[in-house]
């Protein structure tokens, strides 16, 4: 899993680059082999004005599958991650089960033909 994060207002820290790539490959757990890339863009709407202005957008590639967006906006940084992480981490569970669901049920196919 390749974790690519950017931001908009801010300059990224070493503290918040770790604690965002912890948070997400805790949150993908197992599934974190399945996933292929995932595109953090962290922002500061408001900047100095304070508010409920941090926002976390993450855009997680599954191979073969459609992309799955997830955004979370808090009034603390760390805070929107680990929403965010923890949504994240949901919504890729959830697809693979899906995944897996369809090629389960899925009926052979006569290879011979």
Same mark, same amino acid.
């Given at each position: 899993?390749?974790?690519?994060?950017?931001?908009?207002?801010?300059?990224?820290?070493?503290?918040?680059?770790? #604690?965002? $790539?912890?948070? %997400?490959?805790? @949150?993908?757990?197992?599934?974190?082999? !399945?996933? &292929? +890339?995932?595109?953090? *863009?962290?922002?500061?709407?408001?900047?100095?004005?304070?508010?409920?202005?941090?926002?976390?957008?993450?855009?997680?590639?599954?191979?073969?599958?459609?992309?799955?967006v997830?955004? #979370?906006? $808090?009034?603390? %940084?760390?805070? @929107?991650?680990?929403a965010a992480?923890? !949504?994240? &981490? +949901?919504?890729?569970? *959830?697809?693979?089960?899906?995944?897996?669901?369809?090629?389960?049920?899925?009926?052979?196919?006569?290879?011979?033909?």
């Open positions: 899993m390749k974790i690519n994060i950017q931001t908009r207002g801010f300059t990224l820290t070493d503290a918040l680059r770790t #604690q965002t $790539e912890r948070r %997400l490959r805790f @949150a993908f757990g197992g599934l974190g082999a !399945r996933v &292929g +890339r995932v595109g953090v *863009r962290l922002t500061d709407e408001n900047g100095p004005r304070g508010g409920v202005d941090k926002r976390c957008a993450l855009r997680i590639s599954l191979p073969g599958q459609q992309a799955i997830i955004e #979370q906006q $808090e009034s603390n %940084l760390y805070v @929107a991650i680990d992480a923890e !949504r994240a &981490g +949901r919504a890729v569970s *959830r697809q693979v089960g899906r995944q897996q669901a369809l090629r389960r049920d899925a009926p052979w196919q006569d290879l011979s033909q």
